[in-house]
């Protein structure tokens, strides 16, 4: 992985680290910059990323409902529930057409984060997603993060008894 500052550097191996001592490197897979753990239906997503030459910050998101259809009351639902959240917030991503996904992030910043920051931020962006993406699927359609993982997964190589 090429980091674009030293800052950068750090605030990735903090969080790795962090990560690692939280949940277990077991839990903790890496995509590329970016640590994966999942909870429940839904994944968690914590990415390190320079601020300038000497700051860095630390997204943590989830990707809550993916295919959904945007719609005027969609927007209306997550909007309010913004107002409810401590840390974070709602983001819809729109695709082509009328479907979109949607997303829960919140951001800390690298250099003046310790572990009970990223276990917060973690956790609460993991109990909110996972709480709400069946009530969004429910209300609104679409499909869970791991709803969409496992769709396209064929038939299971082994059958147990």
Do not use: C
Not at 29 to 40: H, I, L, R
Not at 46 to 71: C, L, M, N, Q, W
Not at 80 to 103: C, D, P, Q, S, W
Not at 130 to 157: C, H, N, R, Y
Request: hydrophobic share 40%; proline share 1%; aromatic share 10%.
């Amino acid at each position: 992985m090429e980091f674009k500052t030293e800052a950068h550097r750090q605030a990735h191996e903090l969080t790795r680290d962090y990560l690692y001592s939280l949940f277990g490197e077991v839990n903790v897979k890496t995509m590329d910059d970016t640590f994966v753990m999942q909870d429940g239906s839904t994944f968690v997503y914590v990415r390190a990323f320079p601020i300038a030459e000497t700051k860095s910050g630390v997204e943590i998101f989830a990707y809550v409902v993916v295919d959904v259809d945007v719609t005027e009351q969609l927007m209306r639902y997550l909007l309010t529930y913004n107002l409810r959240l401590i840390l974070g917030a709602f983001g819809l991503a729109r695709g082509e057409g009328e479907k979109g996904t949607v997303m829960l992030t919140h951001t800390i910043l690298g250099n003046s984060m310790d572990r009970d920051d990223l276990y917060g931020s973690v956790s609460a962006i993991a109990r909110v997603a996972d709480d709400l993406d069946d009530q969004i699927v429910t209300a609104f359609g679409g499909t869970t993060a791991l709803g969409k993982l496992m769709s396209g997964k064929k038939e299971p190589v082994e059958y147990w008894e």
